[in-house]
């Protein structure tokens, strides 16, 4: 005879209890605000939406075992509620609150008699393992070469820029771009003729998309920067404090009310893990040296003064897997100052720049790690570029390819080298 024996808890009623391994896995997620389980079943936990009170059975034996997971990782943002119905948990009475409100946790309760009631076997956070491969490539869109063009440039993952590509979509400048999806990005608003409340998606192969009829106030010089773990995204400010919300699906989402000052012509960039930051800026009157953090969940917390000299029309990326950079813009005159962001979100003192100071620029992550700043004004529109190393390191022009041209958007994608 083969095979493995496993150890099997004999109950009162004389029913042999199923082991863990034995368990029957109940297929679908509950997301219900309630739910009533049972013995012997495991359940996936998902509250995403909601917190979800657990009902246990009235009765049990011992031995009797159910297993609950956190199915998305966020029990530490919605709790689970244990109702034990009358019996008691860990030796107390159910009049008593047991709640769990760790993200990853996964719990194993067996019961065991009158007196101690339901007992946790185990109570584990699984850490969270799995890590977002970087984007890879870039890709740099749109702007203005003397009218509004539709045109991109593709940048490989050596931050080589391809030739141009005719566009794709309603020509158009003041947009803003970021990554979604992972391994996506997309374009939106802007103006030409007007305001645009309009987006283009961009596949994971850098093929943009025809218009999306936008959702949200028409504007343009705004901002746009992923965040969190699932590949959402957030357009922000642009003359008003608003933004919205992308989906892991590029689907962008009704205007939110947002703290921080109403701006327009800032910059953004992913820092830490999951969060990001938007700085600088122009308020109508004048530049502006201040930043706003944004979460993990995709909210805005309120002004914080800047360091570094004011100023607009600048870019940003990320760099280095967690911190990010802000590069170049308009104080009154043509810049090429730059300035550091940690992986906690500090912006770091003036760094006199490298490279031909230019305004209303675009820059993207690449090759995993580095960044780069390409496009904008210097006078007249240019196609140069500057890269970033993962130290954050601004390196000489290097004359770009593709239409000299200003007021254009970029931004990372693909997994793929």
Excluded at 45 to 63: D, V
Excluded at 164 to 193: E, M, N, P, W
Aim: glycine share 14%; with cysteine; proline share 1%.
């Amino acid at each position: 005879m083969s095979g493995t024996v496993t150890s099997n808890t004999l109950r009162s009623s004389g029913v042999i209890a199923a082991t863990a391994a034995g368990l029957n896995w109940v297929s679908t997620p509950v997301t219900a605000s309630t739910v009533t389980v049972e013995s012997g079943n495991g359940y996936w936990i998902n509250t995403t939406s909601n917190a979800i009170t657990i009902t246990l059975p009235s009765s049990a034996e011992k031995g009797d075992q159910i297993i609950l997971i956190d199915y998305l990782r966020t029990w530490g943002t919605n709790k689970i509620i244990i109702d034990s119905n009358g019996l008691n948990y860990q030796g107390e009475a159910d009049s008593f609150i047991v709640e769990y409100t760790t993200s990853g946790q996964s719990l194993n309760i067996v019961y065991s008699d009158a007196t101690k009631g339901w007992i946790p076997l185990d109570d584990d956070v699984a850490a969270f393992e799995p890590v977002q491969p970087p984007t890879q490539r870039a890709i740099f869109g749109y702007g203005n070469s003397g009218s509004v063009t539709a045109i991109t440039n593709l940048v490989n993952s050596s931050g080589v820029i391809a030739a141009d590509v005719t566009g794709v979509g309603t020509a158009r400048q003041d947009l803003a771009a970021t990554g979604y999806g992972g391994d996506k990005a997309i374009f939106a608003y802007g103006q030409a003729s007007g305001e645009k409340s309009m987006s283009n998606l961009v596949n994971n192969l850098g093929v943009v998309a025809a218009d999306v009829t936008g959702v949200g106030t028409a504007r343009n010089g705004m901002a746009a920067v992923e965040y969190g773990s699932s590949g959402q995204a957030v357009f922000s400010y642009g003359g008003v404090a608003i933004s919205n919300l992308v989906s892991s699906s590029g689907v962008i989402a009704t205007n939110t009310s947002i703290a921080g000052t109403a701006r327009h012509y800032l910059g953004a960039c992913r820092y830490g893990t999951g969060t990001g930051i938007f700085a600088y800026g122009y308020d109508g009157s004048n530049g502006l040296s201040m930043s706003n953090l944004l979460s993990n969940t995709g909210v805005i917390a309120s002004d914080v003064s800047g360091v570094g000299t004011a100023r607009w029309d600048l870019a940003a990326t990320e760099f280095g897997g967690d911190k990010g950079i802000f590069g170049y813009g308009d104080t009154g005159s043509t810049s090429s100052l730059t300035n550091l962001v940690s992986n906690v979100g500090i912006i770091a003192a003036d760094v006199s720049g490298v490279g031909t100071a230019r305004k209303v620029l675009a820059a993207a992550s690449y090759g995993g790690d580095k960044g780069v700043f390409a496009y904008g004004d210097t006078g007249s529109s240019t196609s140069l570029k500057n890269l970033v190393s993962n130290t954050g390191v601004v390196a000489a022009d290097v004359t770009g390819v593709g239409t000299a041209r200003q007021h254009l958007a970029a931004a990372g994608f693909s997994f793929s080298t």
